[in-house]
């Protein structure tokens, strides 16, 4: 039997115009199987297809897309390029649940969801420790998730707005609408771009929230836990902001200590008060910031209590310092889809210093020799 393609829906969905009920019969439609979820994907990611297609010159949009992608993408490539990256909703490596109202704590039945979905509510994805995971939001907008982060927005997403919630790593590609500018909600900050590509390092547990522009542009805005908001800090291509967030942090990594200056304390009408530290830098290697997306694990002179917990959430383990002096040991390089035992093992023969390591079951014992 030939597959059906909802043509209707992704003619809809490129130009921003799905409802709230359409949203939820594509996402239905590609939740039927793997292969709906590959040509999704597949159809989501063609820009040569969409620019054609937006010009309804098709009669028969499936066979000509077919041709197209015979042409543009040798098959073999392509199933490795599906498989590496499948759609959020086929993989182990992402949770997918939908709140409707306050009821945050229940699965939501995805094959019910349009009767439900007028009500309201929100779409949550999860990537796990030791998984990265890809996500095409509704107005074509790609971004991909680091180990241990979560993305979510509302269900009328696009419609009056396009915002989205960030805790953790994300890389966004953002589809460009002069007209809907794109939010990110990242702990204490906002981000605003109109179409632009970027990546966010903002984890719930961490004292800094990174966020470096790859190309466009895009502006920040800091807040205070009190709800004071302060200007809008604008970066250029290939410029990364720091920020320090203010007050106490709950679950605090003290394994990843930065060497960025602490919070520093001004004088206003004589009275001492804490202002967050913002550091610009300039000139950055874009692709550096990026590589996690990529399957690589890059780390430039940082202390093994820096690299642990990037490795904790990257392969899913616990590290233990038996020996506190092992956290200042240095190291530069990149893991490229080693295993954990391959990587203790890599940074050990690279050390300048001397140190032995057990492993048991995900649990890493680091200690002196």
């Avoid at 709906?36 to 297809?49: A, H, L, P, V």
């Avoid at 959430?313 to 390089?333: A, P, S």
Wanted: aromatic share 12%; with cysteine.
């Amino acid at each position: 039997m030939k597959l059906s393609i909802p043509w209707d829906l992704f003619l809809k969905s490129f130009r921003g115009e799905l409802s709230n009920l359409e949203i939820a019969e594509l996402d239905h439609w590609r939740n039927i199987s793997e292969l709906t979820q590959n040509i999704y994907d597949e159809i989501m990611e063609d820009e040569k297809f969409r620019e054609v297609f937006l010009s309804e010159k098709w009669e028969d949009p499936s066979s000509e897309w077919e041709k197209l992608l015979t042409v543009l993408k040798p098959p073999a490539a392509r199933i490795s390029f599906v498989r590496k990256y499948l759609y959020v909703a086929a993989s182990a490596a992402a949770v997918i649940l939908l709140f409707i109202g306050s009821y945050l704590g229940f699965w939501y039945d995805r094959s019910s969801l349009a009767k439900d979905m007028a009500s309201g509510g929100y779409t949550y994805i999860y990537s796990p420790r030791g998984q990265r995971t890809r996500v095409i939001l509704p107005d074509a907008t790609r971004v991909w998730l680091n180990s241990e982060s979560s993305l979510q927005y509302a269900v009328n997403y696009n419609k009056k707005t396009r915002e989205v919630y960030l805790k953790g790593e994300a890389f966004f590609k953002v589809t460009k609408n002069p007209a809907k500018p794109f939010l990110v909600y990242a702990n204490e900050i906002k981000v605003k771009v109109y179409g632009t590509s970027f990546n966010i390092k903002a984890f719930p547990n961490e004292r800094y929230i990174e966020t470096t522009l790859i190309e466009g542009k895009l502006s920040i805005t800091p807040e205070y836990k009190q709800g004071k908001k302060e200007s809008e800090i604008f970066l250029k291509p290939k410029e990364k902001c720091v920020y320090e967030r203010l007050g106490d942090i709950p679950n605090l990594d003290t394994k990843n200590i930065s060497s960025i200056p602490t919070t520093i304390a001004i004088k206003s009408n004589n009275v001492l008060k804490e202002t967050p530290k913002v550091i610009i830098t300039k000139n950055i290697d874009p692709e550096s910031e990026v590589l996690w997306k990529e399957g690589k694990l890059i780390f430039k002179d940082e202390t093994f209590g820096e690299l642990a917990a990037k490795m904790e959430r990257w392969y899913d383990i616990k590290i233990h310092f038996t020996d506190e002096k092992i956290k200042n040991y240095k190291f530069t390089g990149v893991l490229d889809k080693e295993t954990i035992n391959q990587a203790m093992e890599a940074l050990k023969l690279s050390s300048e210093k001397s140190y032995s390591y057990d492993i048991v079951f995900r649990d890493v014992y680091l200690k002196s020799k």
